[in-house]
């Protein structure tokens, strides 16, 4: 079912450490809720375009997705490579990625960014993710940037057709590998997930079309 990328990636897929969306929005930290709404997002409309969807020109994409600027991880050889296992993992079941966005959305909006944002060592520290391009704007430019990936996951959440959960959620294999690449990140989230070892390649698995039902 599963392929996975070096351990060494530092670019996470739409982290889902639990099969609960609420409960995984809720465990995530400053830099990892908005990293991951930006993936997610990304992922939301580079799978829309794949559709034909056309850009809303009221709201302001950047290069590398809401508000963002492009960076190295747009531009490694191995971009193309991640964005893809992004879309394939999740394509078919767009309604749900757009649930999972919303509920990432509602924590950032919760989240108290002013002040000192812990960023721990280790892996290029967290520089080498998106976050910190929206985190260290001004609240304005936050919120603004959040209302935005908000109205875009909305807009989709309606058009989208309803499907059963993805085949591989609730599979260990799968969120397992997402709980492992947060602890080698940041060794804080041992406390969450004191079974799960910190050397688990990350999971990919591939869309099966056949394993999608709309309901």
Not at 53 to 70: K, S
Request: net charge neutral; with cysteine; aromatic share 12%.
């Amino acid at each position: 079912m599963s392929r996975s990328l070096d351990l060494s990636c530092k670019q996470p897929p739409v982290l889902l450490p639990y099969a609960d969306f609420g409960k995984s929005a809720e465990v995530l930290t400053v830099p990892l809720v908005f990293h991951t709404v930006h993936v997610a997002t990304t992922t939301l409309e580079k799978l829309a375009r794949d559709f034909g969807w056309r850009e809303n020109p009221d709201i302001n994409y950047g290069a590398g997705g809401f508000g963002t600027i492009g960076s190295e991880s747009f531009l490694n050889p191995m971009a193309e490579e991640y964005w893809g296992r992004n879309q394939e993992m999740w394509r078919g079941h767009e309604w749900h990625l757009c649930m999972y966005t919303m509920a990432l959305i509602q924590k950032a909006r919760s989240i108290p960014t002013s002040g000192v944002i812990h960023e721990p060592d280790g892996f290029g520290g967290w520089a080498n993710l998106e976050f910190h391009k929206v985190v260290h704007q001004n609240k304005q430019d936050r919120m603004k940037w959040l209302k935005q990936a908000m109205q875009f996951a909305q807009k989709e959440f309606s058009e989208q057709p309803r499907t059963n959960l993805p085949y591989w959620h609730n599979e260990a294999l799968v969120h397992e590998s997402h709980q492992s690449w947060m602890i080698r990140h940041d060794r804080a989230y041992k406390h969450y997930f004191p079974k799960t070892p910190d050397a688990l390649p990350l999971v990919w698995p591939p869309c099966e079309e056949g394993k999608r039902r709309v309901l």
